[in-house]
């Protein structure tokens, strides 16, 4: 157990309907960031956060997919209109980093993952 | 841009033989290196990284890797294999300075045999 956790561990849904998934990252730390897997392959980079804001968004983040990280702490990944693409294990991984522009090389620690399932 | 290969999608050794997963990487800027291990409907663990101070990099469970940035590789070895050792294995970059977003390969799966 690496402190990270999220909500639900399995999700199966019918396309065109909305799903949201909460990651609750280690409490001090101010990084977090959301990947997507899909079968057979790594994870890749959808969004990250330092504090409450969302410094990055890649291009696989379609507009039906938002990410909220409100008060720093627990982060939100909502799918809009789900199809079956979107069928993957979400992982979320959390980071404490260097302030002032300091080189930040440390451990992100990744939660166990949310399987999503559109059928 | 940054990326990493990954060769070979399954490996398989017997216990206690060398294990050796490779990697190659891609990067216009020095690399941070890391492998990572995921066990079967788990998130992924970290096993080492590279940060620009050794080469030889050791890491947890007897695993270790070696930079060699004329070869652009980062492979992972351990002597002896054991049957816990079964899982996927990711080798990832990043760069350092704006972001630290990992950029993995395909991963490579461990096999082990009595």
């Known amino acids: 157990d690496t402190g990270v956790s999220q909500d639900p561990r399995h999700k199966i849904t019918k396309r065109g309907q909305n799903v949201t998934f909460r990651c609750d990252p280690i409490?001090?730390?101010?990084?977090l960031y959301w990947y997507r897997q899909t079968l057979g392959q790594g994870p890749e980079f959808l969004t990250y956060?330092?504090?409450?804001?969302?410094?990055?968004k890649s291009r696989l983040l379609s507009d039906r997919f938002s990410a909220e990280r409100p008060k720093g702490s627990f982060s939100t990944l909502e799918i809009q209109r789900t199809e079956q693409g979107d069928s993957a294990m979400y992982l979320c991984?959390?980071?404490?980093?260097?302030?002032?522009?300091?080189?930040?090389?440390?451990?992100?620690?990744f939660g166990p993952g949310t399987r999503l399932t559109v059928t | 841009a940054q990326s990493v290969t990954q060769l070979g999608s399954h490996v398989s050794v017997s216990e206690g033989a060398l294990v050796l997963l490779r990697c190659n990487y891609s990067?216009?800027?020095?690399?941070?290196l890391f492998w990572y291990v995921q066990y079967p409907n788990q998130g992924l663990q970290l096993l080492l990284k590279?940060?620009?101070?050794?080469?030889l990099v050791k890491g947890i469970n007897g695993f270790e890797a070696e930079f060699k940035k004329s070869e652009t590789s980062f492979h992972l070895t351990k002597p002896s294999a054991h049957m816990s050792d079964a899982a996927e294995y990711f080798c990832?970059?990043?760069?350092?300075?704006?972001?630290?977003?990992?950029?993995f390969g395909t991963g490579t799966r461990l096999q082990v045999f009595p």
């Open positions: 991984a959390s980071q404490l980093t260097g302030t002032g522009g300091s080189i930040s090389i440390l451990e992100q620690y």
């Open positions: 409490s001090e730390h101010n990084r």
């Open positions: 956060f330092q504090n409450e804001a969302q410094l990055e």
């Open positions: 990067s216009s800027v020095p690399p941070y």
């Open positions: 590279y940060t620009s101070a050794a080469t």
């Open positions: 990832a970059v990043s760069r350092s300075y704006n972001t630290d977003k990992l950029i």
